[in-house]
């Protein structure tokens, strides 16, 4: 317990210290936020001028995609807030700058994960939670689930970053496949998953895992079962233990980069 709540204490000490540095600049700051947010709105404003026409997507209506979106956009803005680093690692491990986290006693992986913070991720979190809360007007119980389902969402999109940000381990420069990769997955998590054929479903919950970050959140908060929801803490767990297993498994082949680093 003494090291989970040390370990608690460290990540806490990072994410004031993220925010303190982020608002030396506050206009700067508020102003990233809130092209974040309106980003995520002119994206929700087309799919309600879109039910504006059509009633169902595949047996979607409104509040689902909206709901959606929400998950998307606030689990996402919760992973990148926590850790910034995260779609930078393969940069980071092809031009040697691990040799800072590797020389410090705290775990290499969390500790370059949650030493920056994304200055526009508080923007996607704000928007999901507008969104969920003044659209759906969700019960209690979905508010709950909503914020369990942020969580699952920010580890599971966190993991897969780390996995293939770490290609670069093995590849040498590979910060452009990674970045395709990511932006595949977040393409696909915005759309529902019953309007793809069963090979691109297949990929959504197994190669690019959308599906769990996105459809089985909504279908959670439409109908919950536990079974499926046991499913999905299962699921984000054993990728956050695969991340972690694919990016030890790199270290070892990691090249130092000699090189002599001050932090900014």
């Not at 919760?78 to 940069?91: E, K, P, S």
């Not at 770490?166 to 998953?193: C, D, H």
């Not at 690019?208 to 699921?235: M, T």
Request: aromatic share 16%.
């Amino acid at each position: 317990m003494r090291r989970i709540a040390a370990f608690g204490r460290f990540v806490w000490g990072y994410v004031a210290a993220n925010f303190q540095g982020a608002l030396e600049y506050r206009l700067s700051f508020a102003s990233q936020v809130f092209a974040m947010l309106l980003n995520d709105i002119m994206w929700l404003v087309f799919w309600i001028a879109y039910f504006g026409k059509f009633q169902l997507v595949a047996g979607w209506g409104r509040d689902d995609i909206v709901m959606l979106w929400a998950v998307v956009a606030a689990g996402f803005g919760l992973g990148t807030t926590l850790c910034g680093n995260v779609f930078r690692l393969a940069g980071m491990i092809m031009r040697g700058e691990l040799d800072f986290y590797l020389a410090l006693p705290k775990p290499v992986l969390s500790h370059a994960l949650i030493s920056r913070m994304s200055l526009t991720a508080p923007g996607d979190i704000a928007f999901g939670l507008i969104a969920f809360g003044l659209i759906v007007r969700p019960s209690a119980v979905q508010w709950l689930l909503f914020l369990v389902f942020m969580l699952t969402t920010a580890l599971i999109l966190v993991s897969f970053g780390v996995i293939t940000q770490s290609l670069a381990f093995w590849l040498g420069n590979a910060e452009g496949l990674a970045q395709q990769l990511t932006n595949a997955m977040i393409s696909f998590s915005t759309y529902p998953t019953v309007i793809f054929n069963s090979a691109v479903k297949w990929a959504l919950f197994t190669v690019i895992p959308a599906g769990f970050i996105a459809y089985v959140p909504v279908q959670l908060l439409r109908e919950f079962s536990w079974p499926l929801f046991g499913g999905l803490l299962a699921f984000a767990v054993g990728a956050v233990a695969l991340a972690g297993a694919v990016f030890r498994a790199g270290l070892r082949r990691y090249e130092s980069g000699n090189l002599v680093l001050m932090r900014e």
